[in-house]
């Protein structure tokens, strides 16, 4: 599962409306929410976001996301990965939807680790 960083991590009510102001879509909730509602049982699998490029900016959704599944003891396919984008609104930098192809085709693949 995946989301963009918002604010350092992930979105929250606030951030999600600064991004609407902004010219995103509307959305009321998001991965944050999802987690406390999917509990224990729903948290197999791999973890991402997206993030501007910027070597000034910490902060990543998908290490935040990746810790409720560890906090349970389940075993993440790979380590949380981040894809660049330019500037806050996108498009994927140069390259990095074809990393994402890549890392998806890992995570499917025997073993399913990266």
Do not use: N, Q
């Not at 995946?2 to 979105?11: C, D, K, M, N």
């Not at 791999?46 to 501007?52: G, K, Y």
């Not at 996301?65 to 790979?78: D, E, N, S, V, W």
């Amino acid at each position: 599962m995946g989301t963009p960083t918002h604010a350092f991590g992930l979105s929250r009510e606030g951030t999600r409306e600064d991004a609407h102001r902004r010219g995103g879509g509307l959305i009321t909730s998001g991965v944050r929410e999802w987690l406390d509602a999917a509990g224990r049982a729903s948290l197999d699998g791999a973890t991402f976001d997206t993030h501007v490029r910027h070597p000034d900016l910490p902060g990543h959704a998908g290490r935040k996301i990746a810790r409720r599944p560890r906090k349970f003891g389940c075993r993440l396919a790979a380590d949380p990965e981040t894809f660049y984008v330019d500037g806050y609104e996108g498009p994927l930098l140069p390259g990095e939807l074809d990393r994402a192809r890549e890392w998806g085709a890992r995570l499917g693949g025997p073993g399913g680790r990266t």
